[in-house]
């Protein structure tokens, strides 16, 4: 669905995309959790609205060097 909505054109939400992330994190999806923090940088996305599920993906995923980075960025913040 997620796909499809950026595919369309969609306007997404910090919401949504939290959303996403936290279904990378549950079903250990690496690949597309990770897309989804690269287009949250890209696109200039609240990554202090983001964090703490990007956290939680990179955690549940086995990168605690990639959550630790995440969590070092929100403490710059």
Do not use: P, W
Not at 2 to 28: D, G
Not at 42 to 62: C, E, H, K, N, P
């Amino acid at each position: 669905v997620f796909a499809a909505m950026y595919r369309e054109r969609v306007e997404i939400s910090e919401f949504t995309l939290c959303s996403v992330v936290k279904t990378c994190a549950s079903l250990k999806i690496l690949q597309q959790g990770k897309q989804v923090h690269a287009m949250v940088v890209v696109t200039g996305r609240d990554l202090v609205v983001l964090g703490t599920a990007m956290i939680s993906f990179y955690s549940s995923v086995g990168l605690m060097s990639e959550a630790m980075k995440v969590y070092m960025i929100l403490n710059v913040h």
